[in-house]
């Protein structure tokens, strides 16, 4: 069933040649992991279809990558909303002049479906697994770079807490190499826990 419905996500990623990538409002590097690397993966893939990340920028999270400008979409536009559980979430509403909308997410939904083709998975620790597990399982047609790799990683210890949140990791630890083998973490590290100076102060404040 899972491997129809990657054909189908698959399918109309073909079918489209602009698609927009969404995610929810307060983003966090989940969000911004997964929008980033399935750009990655597309624009990789498919290097004649153009490929827009929206919502509003984060300066904290511009170490995974940047959003595009908004701008108008129509029926022409494919909408994958990514790490998002109901409509009023998604940052940026243009999905909804789209011609059609994938939702892919790891989070129970709480409202009526309110795209075309859904893949939800609360057993995931992240929509970056997700995207990891898509792309995986369609190695042979799917394309991923440096930075796609890079993005996944950071979207997958931002939510799992560097692992901590995960009851049993083995699985994930399995496939983890497949994006890792040369990966540079320092750096990912060092911006996933950086605080402004305020924060510190409050931090100290408060111990």
Known sequence: ??????????????????IALFRHVFPDPDSYGAQNALKNIIETTYPNKRVILLGEH????E???????SEKLDKDTLAIILDVANAPRVDNQEFNNCG???????HKPFDAPFEDLTWV???????????????????????IEYNGRKALYTGIIGDTGRFAYVDNPTELFKKLPTITFDLQTKDIYANL???KEEELKFLGFIY
């Open 193 to 195: 826990y950086r605080r």
């Open 1 to 18: 069933m899972i491997n129809d419905l990657m054909r189908k996500i698959i399918n109309k990623i073909e079918e489209y040649d602009k």
């Open 58 to 61: 984060s300066k904290n999270l």
């Open 63 to 69: 170490y995974i990558g940047k959003m595009d400008q």
């Open 100 to 106: 059609y909308i994938i939702k892919i997410d790891h």
């Open 121 to 143: 998975d609360t057993e995931y620790s992240s929509c970056s697994e997700m995207i990891l597990d898509f792309y995986l399982a369609n190695s042979d047609r799917l394309k």
